[in-house]
């Protein structure tokens, strides 16, 4: 197997998440063990790995749905300011609401499930809408948006919750490359705001083209670090990802 590259240096900045040893799994199953590492304040971080390596369960992990089997995970943050993009595959399109409406879910974790949504929360989901390129469209029914735009329509989502760490699990499969280039832009306009954003990720191009760091799991950890080189070093180990 490759080496595993250093963790990147914890620098002043407290870590927004820290992982100390952890093996993640299902019952018996163990998907992903002894990792370690931090997760820097405004870094943004890929992981690859190949199918079954662990990648999602780690997800999970790191925001506290899957508790470790052994180790620690220890989050800078109370859970509400981890925002959360799942696999699209996870999300039925044909949810019976609007647009607008599905977006204000987003809002849930500051007003609550049955606080009025005010004027300045009912702004902040056209702003949202109009980032995502939806505007105009907020009274449309959810189940009538293609792929593309349903997945515009969970970034927006995601946006109006205006969390502190941003995690992504796969947020380009199945898409198209004009939607695919909005949501990067998105993306790192999270970012450039200071955002911790971490996403799960197949394709290297991406990856190396913009998520300066990269964690490779198979099964363990394979690397962390800078992306250049953690790409170079599994490609030198004969490493799929």
Not at 117 to 131: I, W
Not at 155 to 172: G, I, S, T
Not at 230 to 237: E, M, N, P, S, T
């Amino acid at each position: 197997g490759a080496e595993s590259l250093p963790a990147p240096p914890c620098r002043a900045a407290a870590p927004d998440l820290m992982l100390d040893n952890v093996s993640l799994g299902y019952g018996a199953h163990v998907a992903v063990q002894g990792v370690s590492g931090a997760f820097l304040p405004g870094s943004l971080t890929a992981i690859i790995g190949p199918n079954g390596s662990g990648k999602s369960s780690l997800l999970k992990g790191l925001l506290g749905l899957l508790r470790p089997l052994r180790g620690s995970i220890v989050s800078r943050h109370p859970r509400s300011a981890l925002g959360y993009l799942s696999q699209a595959g996870e999300v039925d399109p044909q949810f019976p609401v609007s647009v607008a409406d599905f977006i204000a879910m987003g809002l849930w974790p500051r007003i609550g499930g049955f606080r009025r949504v005010t004027a300045p929360l009912a702004a902040s989901v056209a702003q949202a809408l109009q980032a995502v390129g939806l505007e105009g469209m907020g009274a449309r029914h959810v189940g009538a948006l293609s792929g593309g735009q349903f997945q515009r329509l969970r970034f927006a989502r995601l946006m109006v919750q205006e969390p502190r760490v941003v995690l992504l699990d796969e947020p380009f499969a199945g898409i198209d490359e004009a939607t695919t280039a909005a949501l990067l832009r998105l993306l790192h306009g999270w970012h450039a705001q200071g955002r911790t954003v971490i996403a799960v990720l197949h394709d290297h191009a991406m990856v190396r083209a913009h998520f300066p760091q990269t964690l490779a799991l198979a099964g363990q950890l394979r690397g962390w670090g800078q992306t250049g080189a953690v790409l170079d070093g599994l490609r030198r180990a004969g490493g799929a990802a």
